[in-house]
């Protein structure tokens, strides 16, 4: 720990004091030591290390050996205690606006409220307003206070924030005074869960540019504007933080801001070792903390600034300090796989279960689009609830996308659409359709729809059946997790990797925004094991199409490349492909 570490738990000790109703003089005490701390101008260690904690202003007995304590195992078994011994919701009333200490020990005294919940609704209630102290108007400052903070907390799936931050940069690329701009953070390291969004620009006049960014039409409010940065709020409550910085800056902001975090550290310690500083001004020939322009190393580029640091370049969203530094020490990284690789998904409804379009239009317009292939693979009867499809159903349709194919080739049209489906798991382990009519399809894909409730040990026994079955080429979200809303059922997921790896069976990245499964942190595993990948769109309309974009984040996140999914491949290599499990399995 250092100084400013130590100064934080005095702080927060002496809050938590304060809640618990503690004498005041105690509580002081902490306050004094933490500011105290704060302007110290020496390291703390050599205070401690010469013995001068008792020397300092007001630091008694009891203080220096907590400090001593912090300082040399990073942890206080009281501060710990303390927190422990205080009820959560009682911290958490603290972040809201105007509600301090003393206040929270009063509305838990009087109307044993302990949780930011029980409060909204005692404010809601009126009851807070009539608190000695409150009144009507501290009331409604609470109330508003506790709206922000949900909207302030409030995560989003990277698919929504997207377009939004598309939007943002199309003007910053339009203002005369910027030079170069994008966006940093979670979104460019395409996380499938963003906080915020980061936006940064270069520019010879911040200024210019941050008040016409903070004047923009459609913001809900400006949360805070500086010289050279803001943080505007978005439609939906999505927070933008844009920074302006210098050109000759650019290039090392962008690499701190778009992180990880914890990638910049191992940047920040490779720099250390070959004798440079690098922070978000720049890269420097310096052993101490600088922003000294004549001690710059010049970068114009990210690409420079990892060449300087014994790097090849990492693309952004491979940078979670996952293991991108053997990769990028020990030569170019491989050419990650592009969303334009994509030639079709394989994993798409029509009109026959829950999607919007036909078999007939859903080809002209993805042949439109540019896409060699589309695969029409409608829910099984045990979807009732998306129309799913009988076995007599299954064979009609079966025949018209054979028709819509023989006029496609009639026509001189190389695009196809393949036959398949996407087949219920039920309870039990079986499949929703025979083996006999599962073997007329192109593609199969098997999912679980129902019994998500199942014991680990129940669900692996039913979807390592599905994975041996010949058939199936495709495990579908593997998972069944709704990001944001529902978490996974209980899979083993390593151990279904093994299963395919054995059994020839793909694996299915399912590109739907909220589903984005099998996971991207699961992927490089899989690869090791020779699992290939299939970025599917699940499109139930036209519009989905777009989801093979987000689909190629996860996989470069990944770090895929074009030859680990099987949907970049042209339409004869992947129909020969299609064919092998059942080639192997002798029923071909
Ligand atoms: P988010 O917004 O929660 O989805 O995640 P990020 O990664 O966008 O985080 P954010 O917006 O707080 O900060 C943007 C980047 O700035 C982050 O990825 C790395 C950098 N950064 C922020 N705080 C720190 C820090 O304390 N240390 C270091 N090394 N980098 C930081
Ligand atoms: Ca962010
Ligand atoms: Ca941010
Ligand atoms: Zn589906």
Redesign the pocket.
């Known amino acids: 720990m250092n100084k400013d570490q130590v100064a934080e738990v005095l702080g927060k000790i002496a809050v938590l004091l304060e809640l618990k109703g503690e004498n005041p003089f105690k509580t002081r005490a902490y306050v004094n030591a933490a500011r105290l701390l704060e302007t110290l101008n020496e390291p703390l260690e050599k205070v401690i290390a010469e013995n001068r904690l008792p020397t300092l202003k007001g630091i008694g007995e009891a203080l220096q050996q907590k400090i001593t304590e912090l300082m040399a195992t990073g942890k206080l078994a009281y501060y710990e205690e303390l927190k422990a011994s205080t009820p959560p919701g009682l911290v958490a009333m603290l972040d809201i606006p105007g509600l301090g200490p003393k206040k929270v020990k009063m509305l838990h005294d009087e109307l044993s409220i302990s949780s930011v919940e029980q409060l909204e609704r005692a404010c809601q209630e009126g009851t807070v307003a009539d608190l000695k102290g409150f009144g009507e108007k501290t009331q409604a400052n609470i109330l508003a206070g506790i709206a922000r903070r949900r909207t302030y907390a409030s995560?989003h799936l990277l698919y929504d924030v997207l377009p939004l931050a598309e939007g943002l940069l199309d003007q910053l690329r339009q203002h005369p005074e910027v030079v170069r701009c994008g966006s940093?953070?979670?979104?460019r390291?395409s996380?499938e869960?963003?906080?915020?969004i980061?936006l940064l620009a270069s520019s010879r006049h911040p200024r210019e540019v941050i008040d016409d960014f903070t004047a923009l039409p459609g913001l809900l409010s400006v949360i805070a504007r500086g010289d050279t940065k803001a943080s505007v709020l978005l439609e939906g409550g999505v927070q933008c933080?844009l920074r302006v910085v210098s050109d000759a800056e650019f290039a090392s902001a962008l690499m701190?801001?778009?992180?990880?975090?914890e990638h910049?550290?191992v940047m920040?310690q490779r720099a250390i070792e070959r004798g440079l500083r690098l922070n978000e001004y720049g890269l420097f020939r310096s052993k101490e903390e600088t922003r000294d322009p004549s001690l710059r190393v010049p970068c114009a580029t990210e690409e420079e600034i990892f060449q300087a640091l014994g790097l090849h370049y990492v693309p952004p969203e491979m940078r979670e300090d996952l293991g991108e530094f053997e990769v990028a020490a020990a030569g170019p990284v491989p050419r990650l796989i592009e969303w334009t690789d994509l030639k079709g998904s394989l994993h798409n409804h029509s009109t026959w279960s829950d999607g919007r379009q036909t078999p007939a239009d859903i080809a002209r317009s993805m042949s439109e689009l540019g896409l060699a292939y589309w695969g029409v693979t409608d829910h099984s009867k045990a979807s009732f609830q998306a129309n799913g499809l009988t076995v007599a159903r299954l064979h009609e349709q079966i025949r018209e996308v054979r028709e819509i194919n023989d006029a496609l080739a009639r026509d001189g049209h190389e695009f196809r659409l393949l036959t398949g489906t996407e087949v219920d798991v039920l309870k039990d382990g079986s499949l929703d359709f025979p083996d006999e009519i599962l073997a007329e399809l192109d593609v199969v894909i098997a999912s679980v729809h129902q019994a998500f409730k199942a014991t680990e040990a129940e669900m692996m026994e039913r979807i390592l059946g599905v994975v041996r079955n010949p058939y199936v080429h495709i495990l579908g979200h593997l998972t069944g997790r709704l990001l944001l809303e529902r978490e996974a059922y209980l899979v083993d997921q390593r151990a279904i990797i093994d299963a395919c790896a054995e059994n020839g069976t793909w694996i299915e990245l399912n590109a739907s925004p909220s589903r984005l499964d099998m996971d991207w942190r699961l992927w490089p595993y899989a690869k090791s094991k020779g699992v290939k990948c299939v970025i599917n769109c699940d499109a139930h309309r036209f519009e989905h199409a777009g989801y093979l974009r987000l689909g190629a984040g996860m996989a470069r996140k990944a770090g895929l490349t074009r030859d680990d999914v099987v949907n970049t491949w042209p339409l004869e290599k992947l129909k020969q492909a299609l064919t092998q499990k059942r080639r192997r399995a002798g029923k071909l």
């Open positions: 995560r940093a953070g979670s979104l390291r996380r869960i963003v906080g915020d980061d933080d701190y801001f778009t992180g990880s975090k910049n550290i920040r």
